[in-house]
């Protein structure tokens, strides 16, 4: 069976929207627009009778997600969290073996990369003009010792706010797998009952088939007996018969 109508417009969707994602990783309002739209078709695959296959669903699915996950980075304010969440991206389920996500995702992380090298080397000019600045109103005994701990200062600050990012992300994912893992112990705890209802069901089953034969044979020897005793009462009533007469 060929793929449904919706599906051939879902696909060409899907593909416009990864072409302009790697031609424009920034993702213009066009462009979100066309992957919020992704997700209701994406629904309706799902319901409608000439469904794609599961493999196919899956494969949609992690596309859809990864193109959402890489437009809600875009919106991100800091450079640096930009980077750690395309990271994360690159790990995620939505990260495909198809050619053009990955294309993606090395063209967004260069970007990204690009944008914080941008910020801390404009850090760094601004921190350097801030320092001359106090370099005039500072004495010259404690001049170099204040430009060296304003400059640390600012690169610390940096790290620190890189990490405490990592580290909520790496809660979030840990969370995430958490209820993951708790639904996959429910998942299997279901189908380990119903595979135990399913067998004390064939069970019963073949239980009630040897009852049934039983049952069977008993009418059986039951029509028989009946039989007999007919043809026995026959051939005394006409043996009876034959004497009166």
Not at 148 to 162: G, N, P, R, T, V
Not at 166 to 183: C, F, G, P, V, W
Not at 212 to 230: G, Q, S, Y
Request: aromatic residues 6%.
């Amino acid at each position: 069976m060929g793929m449904s109508r919706k599906e051939i417009n879902f696909r060409r969707l899907l593909g416009q929207c990864e072409s302009l994602a790697l031609e424009n990783p920034k993702m213009d309002w066009r462009l979100e627009k066309y992957i919020t739209a992704l997700g209701p078709i994406l629904e309706e695959l799902q319901s409608i009778p000439n469904k794609p296959k599961k493999d196919s669903m899956t494969e949609y699915i992690r596309r859809v997600e990864f193109l959402k996950g890489l437009m809600e980075t875009n919106k991100l304010s800091s450079p640096s969290e930009k980077v750690v969440a395309v990271q994360l991206l690159s790990h995620a389920p939505a990260a495909t073996s198809e050619t053009i996500t990955k294309e993606i995702h090395q063209k967004s992380t260069s970007q990204f990369v690009q944008e914080l090298r941008d910020q801390l080397f404009q850090t760094d000019k601004g921190s350097e003009e801030g320092l001359r600045q106090r370099k005039q109103t500072l004495s010259s005994d404690g001049d170099l010792d204040a430009l060296l701990k304003y400059h640390h200062s600012m690169q610390e600050k940096i790290a620190d706010d890189m990490l405490s990012l990592t580290r909520n992300l790496k809660e979030q994912s840990m969370i995430a797998s958490a209820i993951i893992k708790k639904d996959i112990k429910t998942v299997e705890k279901s189908t380990s009952l119903a595979e135990q209802n399913m067998s004390q069901l064939k069970v019963e089953s073949e239980r009630l088939e040897m009852h049934r034969k039983k049952a069977n044979k008993c009418w059986v020897f039951l029509v028989v007996l009946m039989v007999i005793l007919i043809f026995l009462f026959t051939v005394l009533f006409m043996r009876a018969f034959k004497k009166r007469k």
